[in-house]
């Protein structure tokens, strides 16, 4: 199945400012995450990565992190924001389509926050599909798994579900590790999200 990103929808809505998924700040979860030692070092990639944020706060010597996003607007706020901080040379934003883009070396993390749900359910397949790619064997994926609440229908966000996501990643070969409801979800999402964290398997 191939799809076309509606590139100028996305970019239309950072130039107008609305962008109510973007909280401002880092997603709590990836803080707690990172000050924990519980995420995985190497080469890591966040798709659809808006404004950034977590981003800069998974970079460090040990994790370098790619943020992916197809606006123009939103990678140019994101380097313009953030070139300057003290750990830049440990991330890098790029403006690049998630289901084209071929990187020189594949991810040992890749969390996705804001982006299954941005996709019609019949694209899902080739969601999947690229993320299987795109991780090296034995790499994680961590899914922030958002709206799992029947009250959003689409368009983005479209309604998740935990099936949804197994239906999808086991047959591919991930393992999941672990799927607990997020505790830390902000202000109205509390209670409508999950963290769920999928190994793939090593060859």
Same mark, same amino acid.
């Given at each position: ?5 509606? &590139? ?49 706060? *998974? #970079? ?13 607007? %939103?990678?140019?706020? =994101?380097?313009? *924001?953030?070139? %300057?901080?003290?750990? %830049? ?17 594949? @991810? ?19 969601? #999947? ?15 922030? *798994? ?5 009250? @959003?229908?689409?368009?983005?966000? &479209? ?18 590790? =672990? ?5 830390? #979800? ?18």
């Amino acid at each position: 199945m191939d799809i076309k990103v509606p &590139y100028g929808k996305w970019e239309r809505l950072w130039v107008e400012g609305h962008t109510k998924w973007d909280l401002g700040e880092a997603t709590p979860i990836v803080v707690h995450l990172c000050e924990t030692g519980s995420l995985p070092n190497g080469r890591a990639l966040i798709p659809g990565c808006g404004t950034g944020y977590d981003v800069v706060v *998974m #970079a460090n010597p040990d994790r370098h992190v790619v943020g992916l996003d197809i606006s123009k607007t %939103s990678i140019e706020r =994101s380097t313009k *924001m953030f070139s %300057s901080l003290p750990n %830049s040379k440990h991330f890098s934003f790029l403006k690049e389509d998630f289901f084209t883009w071929e990187p020189t070396e594949k @991810f040992d993390l890749i969390f996705d926050y804001n982006f299954f749900c941005a996709f019609q359910p019949k694209v899902r397949p080739l969601w #999947a599909k690229r993320m299987h790619e795109l991780l090296n064997p034995g790499g994680e994926l961590i899914t922030l *798994m958002f709206p799992l609440d029947d009250r @959003f229908g689409g368009p983005s966000p &479209y309604p998740v579900s935990v099936s949804a996501y197994e239906e999808l990643l086991v047959p591919l070969g991930f393992e999941v590790i =672990s799927i607990v409801d997020n505790d830390l #979800a902000p202000g109205p999402r509390k209670g409508t999200e999950k963290v769920g964290r999928w190994k793939k398997k090593s060859m």
